[in-house]
């Protein structure tokens, strides 16, 4: 519910920065579509907007770049779609 409210208010205001922290991770299908729409348009706008999320899907949707940092230390820099590809194939590694 505060994930929601603190979203609600964000969306109604014209940041120059925007953290959003693990919002897209609560909610329902449409809380969350309206989330991605209203990133989408904060982006169209120019706004910087960090997201910390460890839904891959939402990162692919809406970043341009990744900063991967694990165990405090930025551990790859780089286009989205290129860092979370590798992220993924570590994880299988990880796993095993």
Request: glycine fraction near 4%; proline fraction near 1%; aromatic fraction near 8%.
């Amino acid at each position: 519910m505060k994930a929601r409210l603190g979203f609600a208010i964000a969306a109604h205001v014209e940041p120059d920065v925007l953290l959003v922290d693990e919002v897209l991770a609560v909610g329902d299908a449409e809380f969350q579509e309206r989330c991605f729409q209203k990133i989408e348009e904060f982006k169209r706008d120019g706004v910087t907007i960090f997201v910390v999320s460890h839904d891959l899907r939402a990162l692919r949707r809406v970043c341009d770049r990744i900063l991967w940092i694990e165990e405090h230390r930025i551990k790859m820099d780089g286009e989205a779609n290129t860092v979370l590809d590798i992220y993924e194939e570590h994880t299988k590694v990880v796993a095993k």
